[in-house]
């Protein structure tokens, strides 16, 4: 647990095409334990001129109500796209970093769910040799992307029925923030441990892509960094909800294994 053994804030950030309401299974059980939460909207799902610093900005402001108006203990939680908007916020916003200067709250823990680790200077596209297969510009706009089958990308290890009320939500994502360059990433201080989750069965952020991204990180900061995987497509928050929430818990510092 943090400092005073206050329960940390958890803030969750969604992936592309996605909105808020995708963490709402996570957040009740995690109440459940008495942690409060928090969520933000991220205006490139749905927004064509939205980049990620957009998405940035939305994060950022989400943070620093918390931590420096408020003084709070965060754990970040950010999902597949997510994680470029996430970590973009970070700095300056680290618990250590915030304690060396006597002040209070701070991030203790991220929390990456197949999420992109976008190296400073890359973009989310520069990650893929080619564009994935499942990916295109709408017909209608070229400004938004779509995704082909959503059901077999994003929910293939559900059932139609479960998957249905999510793709109806999906919006369409502004392609700007595929495209603009990542500034700023929350493992090169060594100030905050992170914890990533591989999703085995993952069709969206491949297993491959997943595994050289983290290899990449980990060349950087090693120590900063625990690696679990699960046996899962690449919506964690939908099908195993219990590992999300054991992830978090064991985040904030409870012997949950």
Known sequence: MSQSNEKPTILFVHGAWHNSTCWDSVRSQLSQFSYPTRVVQLPSS???????LEDTAVVRNALESLIVSDGKPVILVMHSYGGIAGTNAVSGLEMAARVE???KG?????LFIAAFLVPKGLSLMGMFPEP???LAPDPEDPNYLIVKNPKEIFY???SPSAAEPWIA???????????SAVDSVAWESGLVPCTYL???QDNGVFLWLQEQMLEGVREESGRLWTVEKCDCSHSAWLSQISTVVRLV???AGEDVD
């Open 156 to 158: 293939n290890d559900v």
């Open 106 to 110: 701070g991030i203790i823990h991220c």
């Open 101 to 103: 200067k006597g002040e």
């Open 198 to 200: 591989i999703c085995e």
């Open 46 to 52: 749905g927004n064509a001129v939205s980049s990620h």
């Open 132 to 134: 994935p297969p499942y």
């Open 169 to 179: 939500q999906m919006k369409h994502q502004s392609t700007a923030s595929f495209m």
């Open 249 to 251: 818990r064991k985040g």
